[in-house]
């Protein structure tokens, strides 16, 4: 005999978004955990349902879903929606007559609209872009009080827009061994994605083949996303333009080898995307970001 549990109604609390993007230190993930709590000394029959909690819904669940950064208005609270500067929040009059608050907690609420074209927060290891809000309790004739609390900024890099996002991304190259006069036949490496925009959390199959043409084992191939920084600057005094780059290596996977004089498919490789800033990096004039899924086939021997 069987029955249904009915439906439980779980509430989603305030609490960070999962995965805990751009920050490779700390993970985050949800999970529904149905419990079946049986009678007597016998242990408990569990099942875990995994979930992901987002910042913004749905739309086939809720329609269009709200912008980002937008916020409810607060009664009371000034709208600085729509502000060039960064804005002030003053409590007291302009001539500088501050108000007399007795002990106690006082939350004074506000809110403010960021602009539409930010760049995404990032942290590079030359450049940086961050965010984050000052508050400061000026005291006269005494030290002020101040307090800083940082906050994440992501541009929603739609994939829908991309024209070129479904489309698969393929290369292929060759090479030839040689050992003092010997030169052997070319190894051809060929190589490509499903397709070629993805977002975080999500895997990229890469499939491709190996001819070998030399009599050297091919021991195995991999596949790795690279994420490939480059900064701007310009040089003092000439004010020559200047530009640096950075490989990081964000996710791997290993696939088939070949042995010589054979040729054969290299197996399908699953690379995962870890959390990790839009391509391009948009709005940001001296910061460049762009992946790149390296291919490569290991030979066996010194070459």
Same mark, same amino acid.
């Given at each position: 005999?069987?029955?249904?549990?009915?439906?439980?109604?779980?509430?989603?609390?305030?609490?960070?978004?999962?995965?805990?993007?751009?920050?490779?230190?700390?993970?985050?993930?949800?999970?529904?955990?149905?419990?079946?709590?049986?009678?007597?000394?016998?242990?408990?029959?569990?099942?875990?349902?995994?979930?992901?909690?987002?910042?913004?819904?749905?739309?086939?669940?809720?329609?269009?879903?709200?912008?980002?950064?937008?916020?409810?208005?607060?009664?009371?609270?000034?709208?600085?929606?729509?502000?060039?500067?960064?804005?002030?929040?003053?409590?007291?009059?302009?001539?500088?007559?501050?108000?007399?608050?007795?002990?106690?907690?006082?939350?004074?609420?506000?809110?403010?609209?960021?602009?539409?074209?930010?760049?995404?927060?990032?942290?590079?290891?030359?450049?940086?872009?961050?965010?984050?809000?000052?508050?400061?309790?000026?005291?006269?004739?005494?030290?002020?009080?101040?307090?800083?609390?940082?906050?994440?900024?992501?541009?929603?890099?739609?994939?829908?827009?991309?024209?070129?996002?479904?489309?698969? @991304?393929?290369?292929?190259?060759?090479?030839?061994?040689?050992?003092?006069?010997?030169?052997?036949?070319?190894?051809?490496?060929?190589?490509?994605?499903?397709?070629?925009?993805?977002?975080?959390?999500?895997?990229?199959?890469?499939?491709?083949?190996?001819?070998?043409?030399?009599?050297?084992?091919?021991?195995?191939?991999?596949?790795?996303?690279?994420?490939?920084?480059?900064?701007?600057?310009?040089?003092?005094?000439?004010?020559?333009?200047?530009?640096? @780059?950075?490989?990081?290596?964000?996710?791997?996977?290993?696939?088939?080898?070949?042995?010589?004089?054979? @040729?054969?498919?290299?197996?399908?490789?699953?690379?995962?995307?870890?959390?990790?800033?839009? @391509?391009?990096?948009?709005?940001?004039?001296?910061?460049?970001?762009?992946?790149?899924?390296?291919?490569?086939?290991?030979?066996?021997?010194?070459?």
């Amino acid at each position: 005999m069987s029955e249904n549990i009915g439906e439980l109604l779980l509430p989603i609390p305030p609490a960070p978004p999962s995965n805990l993007r751009y920050c490779n230190i700390i993970s985050i993930s949800y999970k529904i955990v149905v419990t079946a709590h049986i009678k007597g000394p016998h242990l408990n029959l569990e099942v875990a349902l995994p979930l992901i909690i987002g910042s913004i819904p749905l739309r086939s669940l809720y329609g269009r879903a709200s912008q980002p950064g937008s916020a409810p208005t607060m009664p009371g609270a000034p709208d600085y929606s729509g502000a060039t500067a960064p804005p002030l929040y003053q409590i007291g009059d302009k001539a500088g007559e501050s108000p007399i608050l007795p002990p106690g907690y006082y939350g004074f609420p506000f809110r403010y609209e960021l602009g539409t074209e930010l760049p995404s927060s990032f942290e590079g290891g030359t450049g940086h872009v961050r965010y984050s809000i000052n508050g400061i309790i000026d005291r006269p004739w005494r030290f002020d009080h101040t307090a800083e609390g940082a906050f994440t900024v992501l541009d929603m890099y739609d994939l829908n827009l991309e024209p070129n996002a479904q489309m698969p @991304s393929g290369n292929q190259n060759s090479k030839t061994l040689c050992c003092l006069c010997c030169k052997s036949g070319p190894i051809e490496l060929q190589a490509q994605t499903d397709r070629g925009g993805y977002c975080p959390g999500e895997v990229v199959g890469v499939r491709g083949s190996v001819e070998n043409n030399s009599n050297t084992l091919i021991y195995k191939t991999s596949a790795k996303l690279v994420q490939i920084v480059t900064d701007h600057a310009t040089k003092d005094l000439t004010a020559t333009p200047a530009s640096g @780059s950075d490989y990081n290596t964000l996710s791997s996977a290993v696939g088939l080898g070949c042995r010589g004089r054979t @040729s054969g498919n290299i197996g399908e490789l699953l690379v995962p995307i870890p959390p990790a800033p839009p @391509s391009v990096l948009r709005h940001c004039s001296i910061i460049d970001i762009n992946y790149v899924i390296e291919v490569t086939a290991h030979i066996k021997g010194p070459h």
